[in-house]
């Protein structure tokens, strides 16, 4: 099962974590970013659906919703650590996942907030050998990456 990370430069720099799960991405918004560290518990507020086909868009989407640059900040694979039904998972609303990607790695856990609505949550960095106290996320769009990104409209329809 793969997972992509999108670093999205709309009104508000956020970041879209996508999990692949039953033929879509499951998306969530995280606001300030991903984080090797522990004790950071990012946001992660549930979005739409993606369809498979976004998992690897860069590009500039033209102005209207979501509009601004879109880069691929990390991407891989992911499995499971408790359970083996992502789908279940995701309707109990806790995933204990490890991520194989290029910058993410190992354990962590996207837990649904209680009591806080029902789309939003929390992605948490377990305790391990890839875990970083002093970690400080890097943005991928460069202004050498910047000035090769052309404007296009997502090749897929957004569920």
């Known amino acids: 099962?793969?997972?992509?990370?999108?670093?999205?430069?709309?009104?508000?720099?956020?970041?879209?974590?996508?999990?692949?799960?039953?033929?879509?991405?499951?998306?969530?918004?995280?606001?300030?970013g991903p984080s090797l560290n522990p004790a950071d518990k990012r946001l992660a507020v549930m979005v739409e659906d993606h369809a498979l086909e976004y998992f690897d868009?860069?590009?500039?989407?033209?102005?209207?919703?979501?509009?601004?640059?879109v880069v691929i900040w990390?991407?891989?694979t992911y499995n499971l650590l408790e359970g083996d039904d992502p789908m279940k998972a995701l309707e109990s609303g806790k995933i204990v996942m490890e991520l194989h990607g290029n910058i993410l790695k190992g354990g962590f856990t996207l837990v649904k907030m209680k009591g806080?609505?029902?789309?939003?949550?929390l992605l948490i960095k377990k305790r391990d050998k890839y875990s970083q106290a002093k970690?400080?996320?890097?943005?991928a769009?460069?202004?050498?990456?910047k000035s090769i990104l052309r404007e296009r409209k997502p090749l897929c329809d957004i569920h």
């Open 135 to 139: 970690w400080t996320l890097q943005k």
């Open 57 to 69: 868009f860069e590009g500039i989407i033209p102005e209207g919703y979501g509009s601004g640059a």
């Open 141 to 145: 769009l460069t202004d050498k990456k």
């Open 116 to 121: 806080r609505g029902e789309k939003n949550w």
């Open 1 to 32: 099962m793969r997972f992509v990370i999108q670093e999205h430069h709309a009104k508000q720099l956020h970041y879209d974590f996508r999990l692949e799960i039953d033929g879509v991405l499951k998306s969530w918004a995280i606001p300030k």
């Open 74 to 76: 990390d991407s891989g």
